[in-house]
């Protein structure tokens, strides 16, 4: 069994995260890879966390992610991030802030 996660409030924080392919299969080839990194871009800025190195191989992936501590936005700013309409949608957080 893990230990939990700890979590800290009002700091920045650095998270090693591990995904596997169920049963361990193969199925993470060139293209997968590259539609994968794409992903983690596009729902890190959405997040507002920074991917900072990341590894990808056949069958899992590690990917170590900066949290910044969260920033005041008001309504509308959420809203655009929501919408995909943020300034920046790629650095949105430092954007903002």
């Known amino acids: 069994m893990r230990m939990a996660r700890i979590k ?3 700091e920045t924080a650095v998270y090693h995260c591990i995904s596997r392919v169920v ?3 193969m199925l993470l080839d060139s293209l997968g890879k590259e ?3 794409e992903l983690l871009g596009r729902l890190s800025a959405f997040c507002g ?3 900072v190195p990341y590894a990808m191989m056949d069958n899992h992936f590690h990917v170590l992610v900066r949290v910044p501590p969260p920033p ?3 309504d509308e700013a959420l809203l655009d991030i929501q919408t995909g309409e ?5 650095n949105w957080l430092h954007t903002i802030c």
Do not use: F
């Open 35 to 37: 539609k994968l990194v």
């Open 8 to 10: 800290l409030v009002g």
């Open 23 to 25: 049963g361990g299969q």
């Open 72 to 74: 005041e936005l008001s």
């Open 49 to 51: 966390v920074e991917v």
């Open 86 to 90: 943020a300034p920046d949608t790629h």
